[in-house]
């Protein structure tokens, strides 16, 4: 066997690179109706780009077959890790596929460096710590416009697209939250480093964790709550991947709305006569499992038809964004949402929406760039235009 670095944090799944893929073709596509599902290989059309072709670079550079150089960079940062590919396969491994692209993503770094603008994920952070390089926002101001106290039961992890891009999801969010009578408050956040790591560029995440985890300690607070899939899934899964622990919840929005739902808490006193179709976050879909809870409340709202996309749910098209791609392939990273209209379309929705500001921003980008005329909304937006009633 292979000796592979010991301080490598994807050390484990890169040894599956060696014995589990048996180059089926299985996670090309879709296992309902054999759909295109894989933006990275639909795009480019040759194996390196499907993950059989990764997993297979992956062997390649360990064992020394493959020398590392430029042209493999594309084959390996091209990839939003929407998770496809791990759905399609039926493989041992297939739950790590992500893991795996993400492990070859570190080593890749050391070696030849990250794909063409990803180093700013990083160097922004560093001055600012968010990746799109605005100047930090401590949360103070918002704290006095909400009236929120320092120590609270909950904190709202605003995450930075939400704060630094859609502020409109993070006030609408905001605005819920106070009207539900949680008792929370806001930290002064640093990234969450999903970016970091979906680019295997791991130099401060560790760091960040532990600034988060403190941040959140200090207001005493026992759960958390955030309004993006991205920081969710991050919370969630890879504070553990990172060895870091915390004694806290961690919650989605619709976690909260759905038990206010339940409790007969919260009350919809106004109509949202629209149809809208819903796209699943790769992050909150097939990265953790949750396909329904979103189905749920919007069915709920009086007035709204909610139809479906042809690929929905777990067989769901990337809306383009993540993995690295809208920095890295800016372009391609757009033309992959406008594959998602085009299939929104079919449905004559008027509203695209979703839970993830990361899929609000590329759909939104894509609904501009390609003369699309859909509205495009956060559920907490659309919460937000209805009149609404909380018991507390
Ligand atoms: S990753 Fe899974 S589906 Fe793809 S070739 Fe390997 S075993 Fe087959
Ligand atoms: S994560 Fe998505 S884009 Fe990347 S190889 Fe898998 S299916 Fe293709």
Partial sequence: MVEIDENLIGKEVLEMAFDRCIKCSTCKYSYKDFEKSCPSGERFLFESYWASGKIRIIRGVVTGELEWSEDLKDAIFACPTCGACMDACQAPHADYIVDMIEALRELAVKHIGPATNQEFLVSRCEENCNPYGESNSDNEELKKQFNLPDKADWVYYIGCTSNYRQQS????????????????????????????????????????????????????????????AGCYRTFKKDFEKFGEEYDFEVFHTLELVKQLLDDDKLKFKSEYNKTVTYHDPCHLGRHMGVYELPRVIYKQIPGLKLVEMKRNRNFAWCCGAGGGVKIGYPEWSVEISKERLDEAKETEATVISSVCPFCRTNLSDANDNYNFDFEVLDLMEIIDQLDIEIEK
């Fill in 169 to 228: 999801l993070r006030d609408s969010t905001l605005r819920f939250l106070k009207k539900s009578g949680i008792n929370f408050t806001l930290i002064d956040e640093h990234c969450c480093t999903s970016p970091m790591i979906r680019t295997g560029q791991l130099s401060i995440v560790k760091d960040y964790m532990n600034y988060n985890i403190a941040q959140i300690k200090n207001t005493g607070a026992t759960k958390v709550i955030t309004s993006c």
